[in-house]
């Protein structure tokens, strides 16, 4: 009776559960300032929002890595990969982007109150907040999932990721599905997190730059 109502037994892939809800957990810590709150006051360097993010975005998915999955990160796109395509599709990128960022950033009202007093520290602090994001779905959401799923895992970590900029202005966020897309093909492209993160870094640091008038 029992086993008639509870059906067939499910056979779940455990690194693809471990990937799924420390991830979601994650970016939930994040949004909640959980980190900030508890760790401020003994870890200095969660006094800066970037290096919370390192922590949380890079430095515990790549413990998991190491010591629960017994992999090493390089696995997850932490590596150079085909840095000759990486440069190559990073520089075509920022090419076709810019023209569109600068459009878009000078004429949205939303984009440019919101990007107002975020030019202080340019371009290194955005440098530092991208780089656990950016590993964390296009190195360990993309490579994590792409075993399983195969190229679907390019469309699988573009969810999250398009969630998680829930707050920021409206066209930047409508943008993000396709956007992770495009940054996810890129990493699957060069097998690395390293070009997705230098095209975001241009990204976010030239939107900046505009949208808070630093630029005619």
Do not use: C
Not at 51 to 74: N, Q, S
Not at 86 to 102: D, E, R
Not at 160 to 170: D, I, M, R, T
């Amino acid at each position: 009776m029992l086993k008639r109502l509870l059906g067939e037994k499910l056979h779940i892939d455990w690194r693809i559960a471990v990937l799924t809800v420390a991830s979601t957990l994650l970016i939930m810590f994040d949004w909640y300032g959980i980190g900030s709150k508890y760790l401020r006051d003994s870890l200095w360097w969660f006094e800066d929002k970037g290096l919370e993010r390192v922590a949380i975005y890079f430095v515990i998915p790549t413990l998991i890595t190491l010591f629960i999955f017994r992999e090493k990160p390089g696995v997850y796109g932490f590596t150079l990969g085909d840095w000759k395509a990486g440069v190559s599709l990073t520089i075509l990128s920022i090419a076709l982007i810019a023209p569109v960022l600068w459009l878009v950033a000078r004429n949205d009202p939303s984009m440019q109150s919101y990007y107002r007093d975020e030019a202080t520290g340019l371009p290194w602090n955005t440098l530092i907040d991208l780089f656990g994001w950016e590993y964390i779905f296009r190195g360990w959401l993309l490579f994590g999932y792409a075993r399983k799923f195969g190229p679907e895992a390019i469309w699988l970590q573009a969810v999250p990721f398009a969630v998680a900029h829930l707050s920021k202005p409206a066209l930047e966020t409508f943008s993000t599905i396709f956007g992770g897309f495009a940054f996810g093909w890129v990493a699957w492209r060069t097998k690395s997190f390293l070009y997705p993160l230098l095209i975001h870094w241009f990204v976010s640091s030239f939107t900046i730059v505009v949208a808070a008038g630093l630029v005619g």
